[in-house]
């Protein structure tokens, strides 16, 4: 009974060490990784240079992947990345999620130096998935969830598509 009578306290100062446990997490990842802080921008940039994919990094480690620098800007707002099978082009794209999600929820990022508009939504087409049970093609999927994001995206949106209609 007496737990019971505190039982808004406990949950608020369960919520605060939460809180901390993250943002611990957060410096402790960083500082092990290297990761920089990112700056934040009104101007519709995201400029990132020697960004790393933080998942690949460790299980393949540091030495062994290639940094990449990424930039887009509201006059050069879409990139088309071209390469052999293979080659990357899905990782970059990953890592430019990660990056602008770790960056949005408060971590430093795996790069070093990262200049980013923040954005409300973010939408991604990466990866080959299907719906056979429902009659949706691997191709009518793509189309849907590209559909999705060019009718909820704002213009403070970032989508990124990967092999969008490869199908066709």
């Known amino acids: 009974e ?19 446990d993250v943002l611990s ?27 790393r994919h933080p998942v690949i990094e460790k299980l393949i480690g540091k030495e062994n992947f290639i940094n990449n620098d990424f930039y887009i800007d509201n006059d050069n707002f ?6 052999p099978n293979m080659g990357g082009k899905s990782t970059i794209l990953r890592q430019i999620a990660i990056v602008v999600i770790m960056a949005q929820i408060g971590c430093y990022v795996p790069c070093s130096k990262a200049n980013l508009s923040v954005f409300d939504k973010i939408f991604t087409r990466i990866g080959a998935s299907d719906d056979l049970v429902s009659g949706k093609s691997t191709f009518m999927v793509e189309m849907n969830e590209a559909n999705n994001a060019l009718r909820n995206a704002t213009d403070r949106s970032l989508i990124l598509f990967d092999e969008l209609g490869r199908g066709t």
Request: charged share 30%.
């Open 78 to 83: 879409l990139q088309i990345i071209t390469g």
């Open 25 to 51: 997490d957060f410096a402790e990842v960083s500082n092990e990784y290297g990761y920089s802080r990112p700056i934040f921008n009104e101007d519709g940039v995201v400029n990132l240079k020697e960004l």
């Open 2 to 20: 007496k737990v019971k009578e505190r039982t808004v306290d406990i949950q608020e100062v369960a919520e605060l060490i939460a809180y901390i």
